[in-house]
């Protein structure tokens, strides 16, 4: 009876230990992944900063200037992606990513939409048709708006929308933001010629129309992001930015005018959502990546000792003194008693 109970406790030791780098390495790719289908949406803030009135071409202070921005899962154009990608393996997410910028009156300064196309798990770019910023086609190099799963100590790639280019944004070391371990990255982009939003504020005034002018757009920013590193979701970011219109006919005589300047923060309700949001899904990220994994491959080894525990009693000798046990061979009934 102890040797069955010792084979099938050794069974059950090889599948757990089995089972724990299994989940490490098989099932984390394959279960963690971003769902086609995410919405989210973020507003963010800029107080008194500096913005422009086309009507005008002047620029002043205003109470307030919020952007919201969201993201929106298209279920349809991933499984068009996935059919034409090559790789059957690997799932694609689709977004539709649009900011919208109003006034303090609520009216609209500025609409960028975007569609961002990346791997479900690795988050990296997936460049297929329809990949575009502004309606403009572009090919992304580098992350955009989300980390990969369990993020590294290290400089990312990371595309900015407004300028069309990849630049490294650094890690600058490990924080504690609102009760959750953070990562904090930061990126600079340098005074850089920028395209005219498709979609302008004022009736008549269009990109072509500035164009004819020959008066430019540039823009730079700080990009500051607080990044949970198990989900590799930002918990927070701010962006300290300036745009300006350059030269031209335009302007009057002048050298430049501010288009806006100031700090862009989440707004506070945004983000307890957020940490909120972030630190239930990291826990299902450690299941598959911590917490399983090394629970199978601890209950495999307590079972295995078990298993040797038993099969070693079930081989060990009567000793002296010893009374037979239900375990014993019965004694041979026709065997002569032994004199002294």
């Known amino acids: 009876m102890r040797r069955k109970a010792s084979l099938v406790l050794l069974a059950f030791a090889v599948f757990f230990t089995a089972m724990s780098p299994l989940m490490r390495w098989y099932a984390f790719p394959r279960l963690a992944k971003i769902p086609p289908s995410q919405y989210q949406e973020a507003v963010l803030e800029a107080k008194n900063p500096t913005l422009i009135d086309y009507g005008t071409m002047k620029a002043e202070k205003v109470g307030k200037v919020t952007i919201v921005q969201t993201l929106k899962g298209n279920v349809e154009a991933s499984e068009k992606v996935e059919r034409n990608d090559g790789d059957s393996s690997r799932d694609v997410v689709v977004w539709d990513a649009l900011s919208y910028v109003q006034d303090p009156e609520g009216k609209m ?39 990969p799963f369990l993020t590294e100590k290290r400089d990312y790639e990371y595309f900015d929308a407004q300028a069309r280019v990849t630049e490294p944004i650094h890690y600058k070391g490990e924080q504690t933001f609102r009760g959750v371990k953070v990562y904090y990255f930061e990126q600079t982009i340098p005074w850089t010629k920028v395209p005219f939003p498709k979609t302008m504020p004022v009736k008549g005034i269009t990109p072509k129309s500035l164009a004819k002018t020959g008066t430019t757009r540039w823009y730079t920013t700080v990009r500051k992001f607080w990044v949970e590193p198990t989900t590799g979701a930002p918990v927070y970011g701010e962006e300290i ?43 299902l990220v450690l299941l598959l990546t911590s917490y399983l994994p090394w629970g199978f491959f601890a209950l495999g080894l307590l079972l295995l000792a078990l298993s040797l525990w038993l099969e070693a009693r079930g081989r060990r000798p009567n000793g002296p003194g010893r009374t037979a046990s239900s375990d014993d061979p019965d004694p041979d009934p026709e065997a002569e008693p032994v004199k002294a």
């Open 109 to 147: 300064v500025s609409k960028i939409p975007e569609r961002y196309i990346f791997d479900a798990h690795t988050q990296e770019p997936v460049h297929a048709p329809g990949e575009s910023v502004d309606g403009d086609p572009v090919k992304r190099q580098g992350i955009e708006f989300k980390w």
């Open 241 to 283: 930015q300036k745009n300006e219109l350059r030269g031209g006919t335009l302007l009057g005589g002048r050298d430049k005018v501010t288009v806006f300047a100031g700090h862009v923060k989440m707004r506070e309700d945004y983000i307890e959502s957020t940490v909120d949001l972030v630190t239930s899904q990291r826990v």
